[in-house]
């Protein structure tokens, strides 16, 4: 069975409700999910990286703050140079989730800061694969999936709400889509890592 870690932090509880959004369509689609929460101020990642070396996928998440990543996100991603140098995520899957309070937000920062942050750890991202679900502009429902038209990773719009009213429900299901593909991903990466090589790929 596979393993999707999720690392995270929330700040007021939105980017926890789309972690566990991500982790449900994790398990709905047959593997395993580990949350690992980023808690404010901490600088011991030891057990994070435990559980990450383990994992087939890792989905990383952040609210965007002042344009980027929060605080103790940068934190946790500046903590991982120890694990830089020994490449261990290198060829794990890779993905992203954020969250603000506007439309906008300039959460695609975020989600590239993220993929930047993958790719310098050898890492493979997986986005949205969906196609913008709201491009009517006389629409502005909720509970279309992807309806902030994001590729590159998962956005939600907490709209400086309560975590019990928002995150609205399409963004949370664009969440547990992105979760399920991941998961999906990783179970076609896990049987292609353990299936041997033709002999053709071995000569040379």
Not at 32 to 38: H, Q, S, Y
Request: charged share 20%; glycine share 10%; net charge negative.
């Amino acid at each position: 069975m596979s393993k999707v870690a999720i690392v995270y932090h929330s700040g007021f509880g939105h980017a926890d409700v789309l972690a566990h959004d991500v982790a449900q369509g994790v398990t709905d689609s047959g593997a395993t999910a580990a949350l690992l929460r980023i808690e404010p101020g901490q600088a011991d990642f030891s057990d994070f990286f435990e559980a990450m070396a383990d994992a087939d996928a890792i989905v990383f998440g952040s609210p965007t703050y002042m344009g980027t990543v929060s605080a103790p996100m940068k934190a946790f991603m500046d903590a991982s140079a120890k694990v830089y140098f020994t490449k261990q995520w290198k060829d794990k899957l890779g993905a992203a989730f954020t969250v603000s309070g506007s439309p906008s937000g300039d959460k695609l920062n975020t989600l590239t800061s993220l993929a930047i942050f993958a790719a310098q750890h050898g890492m493979l991202w997986i986005g949205t694969g969906q196609n913008p679900g709201n491009n009517d502009d006389t629409s502005a429902a909720t509970d279309v999936e992807n309806r902030l038209g994001s590729f590159i990773g998962a956005m939600a719009q907490a709209a400086n709400d309560s975590p019990e009213v928002t995150p609205k429900a399409g963004d949370r299901a664009t969440a547990r889509s992105l979760g399920a593909r991941v998961a999906r991903a990783a179970a076609r990466w896990r049987r292609g890592a353990d299936a041997p090589l033709p002999e053709a790929a071995l000569v040379g």
